[in-house]
């Protein structure tokens, strides 16, 4: 059974950073692309960033040049590091896995984390 665990998020001021880690089990982790999802209160969830097992990474545009999405195949485990934070950014962080390896991760899995919840306020 597959399971994502998320975690690291937080109450940050703006301008501010957080990581968030994700350990994956019940997949062969270093087949598949990762990716970190975000859902607002009141909006649906969204894909931030995505990275297949090769390292090819994709963003959506609200994130580029801020947000940075690693992975650590040996532990089975996927990153998500957040600079320069906006108030926009307030969401729950989930993580899951894409057995295409497409970075845009077409085909994520049906079960989901609880995600880690991250708020960005003064």
């Known amino acids: 059974q597959v399971q994502f665990v998320e975690s690291g998020g937080g109450l940050v001021q703006p301008g501010g950073s957080l990581r968030l880690s994700c350990a994956a089990s019940g997949l062969i982790f270093r087949l598949y692309a990762m990716g970190w999802y975000r859902q607002a209160p009141g909006e649906q969830r969204e894909l931030v960033a995505g990275?297949?097992?090769?390292?090819?990474?994709n963003y959506v545009d609200s994130v580029k040049g801020r947000f940075t999405i690693s992975r650590d195949n040996a532990k089975k485990m996927v990153y998500l590091q957040m600079n320069s934070l906006k108030p926009e950014d307030t969401a729950v962080y989930y993580c899951?896995?894409?057995?295409?390896?497409?970075?845009?991760?077409?085909?994520?899995?049906?079960?989901w984390g609880q995600g880690t919840q991250v708020t960005v306020s003064s």
């Open positions: 990275i297949t097992s090769a390292g090819t990474t």
């Open positions: 899951n896995a894409d057995w295409t390896n497409k970075a845009t991760m077409n085909r994520p899995f049906g079960s």
